[in-house]
């Protein structure tokens, strides 16, 4: 039997918000399949899917940068030690500034990067890393950075607490548009546009989840499918972009 470990049963307990005892129950039962594991707890207790933040920092900001013509820009996310140095002016400055060198320089990769001359800096951005490291006290790294360009359309930012980072690619609107729709992705994180980037595999998942949670709530097997569509609608409604409810419909329904 595979050994469950305190850190297989941590990572449980964060993907679904259950007790440590239940997770821990699920893994041996699984023989220590996480993804298994989740599926079977969902089933047992209704336990919602993980989510995950991708762009949400441990202990650092997201920098962000947008050219002037709304066509070029870039996010990258910069961590240090304490929540107190996340909220230095210098450090903020850094990961702005970190960006603004990854819309104009599109660097390969980290490495290429922090070569390079940092935009507004003193030297390269690997420099004044140490050097900023030696200011503050703390160790600093440049985690990851995402460059955006478009020749259609526009570009639109928008950062949630310094934590969460999300620039998107529109045609037609106005520059309020862009941002209202920035700030919705960075509130409710779809997973794609519309049900067609849906991963198929997500899908199926949901559509056995409902079925087994069906059939365990004693529903007749000729409901089962009947059962499963309605919650797979529901589920790509929520994981959706164009299904998500507004985050500032005043109605509370508007998509």
Do not use: W
Not at 10 to 15: G, V
Not at 96 to 117: C, F, R, S, W, Y
Not at 217 to 231: F, N
């Amino acid at each position: 039997m595979a050994e469950i470990t305190a850190s297989m049963v941590k990572e449980l307990r964060e993907a679904t918000g259950l007790g440590m005892m239940e997770c821990k129950k699920a893994l041996v039962e699984t023989g220590g399949d996480a993804k298994a594991a989740e599926e079977l707890l969902r089933i047992k207790s209704g336990a919602k899917a993980s989510k995950a933040a991708s762009r949400v920092t441990a202990e650092g900001v997201i920098g962000s940068y947008l050219s002037a013509d709304s066509k070029t820009g870039a996010v990258a996310e910069v961590n240090c030690e304490t929540d107190f140095v996340a909220k230095n002016d210098d450090f903020m400055a850094f990961a702005k500034n970190v960006a603004e060198t990854v819309a104009k320089n599109d660097p390969a990769d980290i490495d290429a990067l922090l070569g390079m001359k940092l935009v507004n800096g003193v030297g390269t951005a690997e420099e004044d890393r140490k050097a900023l490291v030696m200011k503050l006290g703390e160790n600093l790294t440049v985690r990851r950075f995402e460059r955006y360009a478009t020749t259609t359309g526009k570009l639109a930012t928008y950062l949630h607490g310094n934590k969460i980072g999300v620039m998107v690619n529109y045609t037609g609107g106005d520059d309020t548009m862009g941002k209202d729709l920035a700030m919705h992705i960075a509130a409710s994180k779809p997973k794609s546009v519309d049900a067609s980037g849906v991963n198929p595999e997500d899908i199926a998942t949901e559509r056995r989840i409902a079925i087994e949670k069906a059939r365990e709530g004693g529903k007749p097997e000729a409901m089962l499918e009947k059962i499963a569509e309605g919650t797979v609608q529901k589920f790509l409604r929520e994981v959706t972009l164009l299904g998500q409810v507004f985050v500032k419909a005043e109605d509370g329904k508007q998509t």
